[in-house]
């Protein structure tokens, strides 16, 4: 239980602080983060394969908005989110990330992050005991005052370490905090994509119009086999989330914990590898998800995606998403909204 009451928490609703700034988005650190969410899409590295995708400019990945978490973007009085919330770190879950984009983030940017609580709130979640749950929003927008995207994350706190399938969790990462897990289901894997990034060619032909769509579709499948820690480090130094429960045995098994397990983010990361495979960035309208498991090395990771809803008078396409491992835990569901021809 947090250390303030909810009567305490919920006085603060509605507060707002820059928790970022001078948020330069540097070419090595794009391809750096690109790298760590296994991605080989030549778009983020190189300014030909930019160019001829249409952008200006080399583009960063849908969550590269982690990485303003490092000290050099955020104000001195600022720690994870900006509020001081009274969670206990090892046992803070991240249950919800979601994304709302008016353009892409690129190379050259400097943003400014500005973060509300947008609301707390308290329910019991069975062996979790009392949950407690805090939601925040963040604009990033340019030096100019252009609100680029908007991200929105839930965090949730437990009464202890949580056991994949005892409900809502999340995955074990966010700020100096950690995320969790929920359900099971699905299990199987198919395709095949390369398990570490590679000097490829890019390999997908991006849908660019609602004509080519239909409800039912399946969007590319992204698989990344059999995990290391080493993936769960990578993320760590490229995202600037180094909560030691990623990477520390003892830590990690201190706190209740089987072993070290993946930031949920990092799976977010593999995921937006189908959307970005699906469609081209700059048609991305939002990237929501909802963490239910976590994880571990060993894990092989299936990302997925289907069209629900085509809407050929604006263009709009929705889709659902879900990453699972091949024993049959769902890591994750999603859903990725592009606006197209």
């Known amino acids: 239980m947090p250390n303030k009451s909810l009567a305490e928490l919920e006085a603060m609703v509605g507060d707002s602080r820059v928790t970022a700034e001078g948020f330069r988005i540097e070419p090595g650190k794009v391809e750096e983060f690109a790298r760590a969410i296994t991605s080989d899409d030549p778009v983020f590295r190189d300014e030909t394969a930019a160019a001829e995708r249409g952008h200006d400019r080399v583009p960063a990945p849908l969550t590269y908005t982690q990485v303003a978490r490092f000290p050099r973007y955020t104000p001195a009085d600022v720690e994870g989110k900006g509020f001081d919330l009274g969670f206990q770190p090892e046992y803070v879950l991240h249950g919800e990330q979601a994304h709302e984009y008016e353009r892409p983030i690129y190379v050259g940017d400097v943003l400014e992050g500005t973060t509300t609580l947008a609301d707390v709130f308290q329910r019991e ?41 005892d409900g809502d969790a999340g995955d074990g990462s966010d700020e100096p905090e950690n995320d969790d897990t929920d359900a ?30 239909a409800v039912g579709d399946t969007g590319p499948t992204v698989v ?12 760590a130094g490229a995202s600037g989330d180094f909560n030691p429960i990623h990477y520390d045995e003892p830590y990690a098994t201190a706190a209740g914990n089987e072993s070290v397990f993946g930031q949920g983010m990092f799976t977010a990361g593999i995921t937006s590898r189908v ?40 263009g709009t396409v929705e889709t659902e998403l879900e990453a699972r491992t091949t024993d049959g835990e769902t890591l994750l569901t999603g859903t990725a909204t592009a606006d197209l021809e």
Do not use: C
């Open 125 to 165: 979640g069975g062996r979790a005991g009392t949950m407690t749950f805090a939601v925040f929003e963040t604009e990033y927008r340019t030096q100019d005052g252009d609100l680029v995207l908007t991200d929105r994350s839930t965090a949730i706190e437990t009464e202890g370490a949580v056991d994949d399938g």
């Open 184 to 213: 099971a289901t699905n299990g199987g894997a198919a395709g095949a994509e390369s398990t570490a990034p590679s000097d490829t060619t890019d390999e997908f032909d991006r849908v660019r119009t609602v004509d080519d769509l």
């Open 224 to 235: 990344v086999a059999d995990l290391e820690r080493q993936h769960f480090v990578k993320y």
């Open 275 to 314: 959307v970005t495979d699906w469609f081209d960035l700059a048609d991305v309208a939002s990237f929501g998800l909802r963490f239910q498991s976590r994880v571990f090395p060993g894990d092989t990771v299936v990302a997925t995606g289907d069209v629900v809803e085509v809407d050929r008078d604006s």
